[in-house]
Every structure is written in C-alpha cells, then in structure tokens.
C-alpha cells in the first residue's frame, strides 16, 4: 500500500513539475493573456488594426504547434513584415463591410416601410448572407496574411474559396469569435478571458487547416514529380526502342543487299567453256 501510495504521489508531482502538463498548459495559457494584450494595445491606433491581427495568429500558431516562441518578439516581427498588405487588407474589408451595412439599412427601411415591402425583404436577406461570407473572410484574411506571402488581393480571394471550402470549421469560428465578442461586449472585464481563449480557438483551427492544405500540395507535387519520372523513363524506352529496331532494319537491309549481290553474280562463265571445250 505504501509503496502504491508513493508512486501515486510521484505521478501527480510530476504533473506539478516543469515537464508536467498542468505547467505547460497554465504556460500556454499565460503567452496566450500576454498575446491578447499586446494584440489590444497595438489595435488601439485603428489603422493597425489588420497588422495586429496578423502578427497575433502567426504568435498565435507559433504557440499552438509548440514551437520555440517569443510573443513579443514574434508579434512585432509579424507586425513590421505585414504592416503594408495588413492595412490595404483593412481598407478593403472595411469598405465592403461599410458598404454591406449601408445597404442593409436601406434594405431594411425598403422592407418594413410598407411599399415594396416583398423585395425589400429579400434584398436584405440576399445583403445579410453577403454579411456572414464578409464575416468569415475576416477571419481567414488576416490568418492567411500571417502565413503566406502574397498580394492583397489574392490574400481575400483565397480566403473566400477557404472560408466556404472549409465551412464547419468556419461555422465553429464565427460562433466563437463574434458571439464571446458580442458577450464580452456586454461584460467589458469578460475580455481578459474571451480573447485569449479566441486567439486560441481560431489559432488551433487554421493549424489544422493550413497542416492540410499543405500536405495536399506537397503530395500533388510529389504525384507530378513522379509522374513526370515516369514520362521521362517511358521516352527513353521508347528511344531505346526505336534505336534497337533502327538496328535491325539496317542489318536485315544489309543481309537483303549481300544477299542481292550473291544472286546477281555470274557462275556460268566457266561451265559454258568447258561444255565448249568437251563438244570440241
């Protein structure tokens, strides 16, 4: 029994130790507190609003894979590469989302006025599912920017086929971003917790989704390498082919040209003189 108890108590100190989970993840989870701050503070000015955004999901990933991080040196690392695409990023996600809200309220006032009330309804409806696809391009834009290299344009163009591509894990996302959001809304001091725990939420699922994007074309290519290794290997045998029938037509033409040259020679001539010479 003592000995029983001893090597309980082991296992559950060792979950209290350094190595231990309970230490790794209050770790994560204290990174995680620091990234929120860092993200809010670097919000405040507005028009850093997309390179903050950026910089938390690659601090944000970093941390989720378990990767050597430092928040702070990552984020600003982040921030300063992705600064110029983050803001043209901003600018037009923030248009089209001042757009989208401008026709809504036209739409709705269109509606509920009472003439043309029935189109009116369908435009706004037709405007609030515009609304949710903008929502969740959001999220994967500036995730997007974190990891890739690539113009503006292309970024949100990606990010539409992923968000509508992956659409249950953009479902969870929405959810739990903007509905902790509204909540914190509600009870401001809830922000301390609901941003963190967003950062990780989303970081965790664009790990994933990134991870299988990835792999696919790693795979792709790898399938054309080899099928381009299997193309160059059919045309050498085919040109060892054609060069070992290029052989035998030319010694089967030589055999059928000596062959010729025998039958045409002319064996008669000393038969007929001694056939002369006997008659005579």
Same mark, same amino acid.
């Given at each position: 029994?003592?000995?029983?108890?001893?090597?309980?108590?082991?296992?559950?100190?060792?979950?209290?130790?350094?190595?231990?989970? =309970?230490?790794?993840?209050?770790? !994560? &989870?204290?990174?995680? /507190?620091?990234?929120? *701050? $860092?993200?809010?503070?670097?919000?405040? +000015?507005?028009?850093?609003?997309?390179?903050?955004?950026?910089?938390?999901?690659?601090?944000?990933?970093?941390?989720?894979?378990?990767?050597?991080?430092?928040?702070?040196?990552?984020?600003?690392?982040?921030?300063?590469?992705?600064?110029?695409?983050?803001?043209?990023?901003?600018?037009?996600?923030?248009?089209?989302?001042?757009?989208?809200?401008?026709?809504?309220?036209?739409?709705?006032?269109?509606?509920?006025?009472?003439?043309?009330?029935?189109?009116?309804?369908?435009?706004?409806?037709?405007?609030?599912?515009?609304?949710?696809?903008?929502?969740?391009?959001?999220?994967?834009?500036?995730?997007? =920017?974190?990891?890739?290299?690539? !113009? &503006?344009?292309?970024? /949100?163009?990606?990010? *539409? $086929?992923?968000?509508?591509?992956?659409? +249950?894990?953009?479902?969870?996302?929405?959810?739990?971003?903007?509905?902790?959001?509204?909540?914190?809304?509600?009870?401001?001091?809830?922000?301390?917790?609901?941003?963190?725990?967003?950062?990780?939420?989303?970081?965790?699922?664009?790990?994933?989704?990134?991870?299988?994007?990835?792999?696919?074309?790693?795979?792709?290519?790898?399938?054309?390498?080899?099928?381009?290794?299997?193309?160059?290997?059919?045309?050498?045998?085919?040109?060892?082919?054609?060069?070992?029938?290029?052989?035998?037509?030319?010694?089967?033409?030589?055999?059928?040209?000596?062959?010729?040259?025998?039958?045409?020679?002319?064996?008669?001539?000393?038969?007929?003189?001694?056939?002369?010479?006997?008659?005579?």
């Amino acid at each position: 029994m003592r000995k029983e108890t001893a090597q309980e108590w082991r296992i559950i100190m060792k979950g209290f130790g350094l190595d231990g989970k =309970l230490f790794k993840g209050m770790t !994560k &989870a204290g990174d995680f /507190l620091i990234l929120a *701050l $860092i993200t809010f503070i670097f919000c405040i +000015p507005v028009v850093t609003i997309g390179a903050s955004l950026t910089a938390a999901f690659y601090s944000g990933m970093k941390l989720v894979k378990d990767e050597e991080n430092y928040v702070f040196k990552d984020f600003i690392k982040s921030f300063k590469e992705n600064f110029l695409q983050g803001l043209i990023v901003e600018i037009i996600l923030a248009a089209a989302g001042l757009l989208l809200f401008l026709d809504i309220r036209a739409c709705a006032y269109w509606a509920f006025t009472g003439s043309g009330s029935m189109i009116g309804t369908i435009f706004m409806y037709a405007i609030v599912g515009c609304a949710i696809v903008w929502a969740g391009v959001v999220l994967y834009a500036f995730a997007m =920017l974190s990891r890739y290299d690539d !113009k &503006a344009l292309r970024i /949100l163009k990606n990010s *539409l $086929i992923l968000c509508v591509h992956h659409l +249950p894990q953009t479902i969870v996302m929405m959810i739990a971003t903007y509905g902790l959001m509204i909540f914190s809304y509600q009870y401001f001091t809830a922000y301390i917790i609901t941003i963190p725990l967003v950062l990780y939420i989303d970081s965790f699922i664009f790990t994933r989704i990134f991870k299988s994007l990835e792999n696919t074309n790693e795979q792709r290519a790898q399938e054309a390498a080899e099928e381009k290794k299997a193309a160059a290997g059919l045309a050498e045998k085919n040109a060892a082919e054609n060069i070992s029938e290029n052989i035998v037509e030319n010694i089967t033409e030589n055999t059928v040209e000596n062959t010729a040259g025998i039958e045409e020679t002319d064996f008669t001539g000393d038969d007929s003189a001694d056939k002369t010479n006997g008659m005579d």
